[in-house]
């Protein structure tokens, strides 16, 4: 297992990965060390260019792990358009478990790979920001910053 620690307008993100996939994207420091890869500094420069504002859509391999359900959930987040947003029921009924929202919520929660899984891009059905891993703060500066570089953001 690979760490490598990045510096962002997020704070320090810990990005973890095999030789073949990333498999974690957390906020904070993790510290529990295990040295970088071509891959991690392939996703650190990913995450840069992000927060610069010049990349809309991520291209690494990514190995989120979690049940079949909350995989199907990250797959569907991933298809969420940059400067969008959604609602957990949305997500619910293309994951075909239309009255699942709650279940999305939590499988949301579980996400391992924030940001290049986006689920700060899930929203509540009234607009509102709900819980996010790296606070709601963070939250907002991600969505703001991706309404600001696409000029079309949508609330739900």
Same mark, same amino acid.
């Given at each position: #297992?690979?760490?490598?620690?990045?510096?962002?307008?997020?704070?320090?993100?810990?990005? +973890?990965?095999?030789?073949?996939?990333? +498999?974690?994207?957390?906020?904070?420091?993790? !510290?529990?060390? &295990? !040295?970088?890869?071509?891959?991690?500094?392939?996703?650190?420069?990913?995450?840069?260019?992000?927060?610069?504002?010049?990349?809309?859509?991520?291209?690494?391999?990514?190995?989120? =792990?979690?049940?079949?359900?909350?995989?199907? /959930?990250?797959? =569907?987040?991933?298809? $969420? %358009?940059?400067?969008?947003? /959604?609602?957990?029921?949305?997500? =619910?009924?293309? @994951?075909?478990?239309?009255?699942?929202?709650?279940? /999305?919520?939590?499988? *949301?929660?579980? *996400?391992?790979?924030? $940001?290049? $899984? %986006?689920?700060?891009? @899930? @929203?509540?059905?009234? &607009?509102?920001?709900?819980?996010?891993? &790296? !606070?709601?703060? /963070?939250?907002? #500066?991600?969505?703001?910053?991706?309404?600001?570089?696409?000029?079309?953001?949508?609330?739900?």
């Amino acid at each position: #297992m690979y760490e490598l620690v990045v510096q962002s307008p997020a704070g320090p993100l810990t990005l +973890t990965a095999t030789e073949l996939a990333i +498999t974690g994207l957390h906020f904070g420091e993790l !510290g529990s060390g &295990g !040295g970088s890869s071509p891959l991690l500094e392939q996703a650190a420069a990913q995450l840069e260019e992000y927060f610069a504002g010049s990349r809309r859509t991520f291209d690494l391999p990514l190995a989120p =792990a979690g049940t079949p359900f909350q995989r199907r /959930v990250w797959d =569907a987040l991933r298809e $969420i %358009p940059y400067g969008k947003t /959604v609602c957990y029921r949305d997500i =619910a009924a293309r @994951v075909g478990c239309p009255k699942g929202f709650r279940a /999305v919520g939590l499988a *949301n929660n579980r *996400n391992p790979i924030s $940001i290049f $899984i %986006p689920c700060h891009r @899930v @929203v509540g059905a009234d &607009g509102s920001l709900t819980g996010y891993g &790296g !606070g709601l703060s /963070v939250k907002k #500066m991600l969505l703001e910053l991706e309404a600001r570089e696409s000029q079309s953001a949508e609330i739900c």
